[in-house]
């Protein structure tokens, strides 16, 4: 029980710390203006404008929060270096696996936080244009928000090992690949060469299958999901959360500070 009491200090230590960061603000408000003005860009248009509204709203609540979690995330390890707070912080009864895990759930408690201000400004723009909103729309911001806890863990387990440029630079890559893992299996599949689609197949094994989180085109177009398309993620999301906290743990334990 101590163990996860000195865990859930370090997160909200790292909770109070990120609220501070000004980056953050300035990416919120620029997805809070840009989720503003989805109902102006949507009236531009002369057909689907509810679909318009949606699809960029739901939009910038994905990828402003990809952002939040690389450029702000990758930073908060390595301020602790180079600060060298880090010392100090592990000269007390806490361990580098629960320093790291303090860290990552600090994080995705502050995206999740931002993401629900997005959120509520969603909410409120379909309100005001009549947009009607239903548990679809509830289980594509779930999977987002999963989503995001996922870059998360990536930022973390590049921030474990490099500078926060490279962190950032491979999480985005990583995250970019991740949405497009199935068009890389599926290219594969059409290949001649049995070495392309073995490899192919095994680049959609090995990377996150990040599609699998958006039911962006579900929500916007009213098109039917079932409880599959959202409990299956959500133990993959789970799992693979794990995995590369297991992974960033098991190189931060091996870092040499000095």
Known sequence: M?????????????LREAIRN???????????????????????????????LQDIALAAVRLFGVAIAIFVGVGLIHKEVDRRTVYTILSKPLSRAEF?????????????????????????????TGVALG??????????????????????LFSAFTTPLLASFFSAGLWAL???????????????LGAVKAATALLHRVLPDLASFDLGVEAAHGLPITASDVWLPLVYGAGYVAILLCCAIAIFERRDFR
């Open 2 to 14: 101590s163990r996860l009491r000195r865990i859930w200090t370090l997160a909200v230590n790292t």
């Open 22 to 52: 000004k980056l953050l603000y300035t990416l919120l408000f620029f997805a809070l203006l840009l989720i503003g003005s989805a109902s102006l860009l949507a009236s531009l248009s002369y057909v689907e404008r509810e679909r318009i």
């Open 100 to 128: 790291l895990l303090g860290k990552y759930l600090g994080l995705v408690l502050t995206l999740w936080l931002q993401m629900a201000i997005m959120v509520i400004a969603f909410g409120a723009t379909s309100l005001a």
């Open 135 to 156: 548990p679809t729309h509830a289980a594509a911001l779930l999977l987002t928000g999963v989503e995001l806890a996922l870059v998360v863990a990536i930022a973390t």
């Open 178 to 192: 991740g949405h497009l893992s199935r068009e890389l299996r599926d290219l594969g599949l059409h290949a001649e």
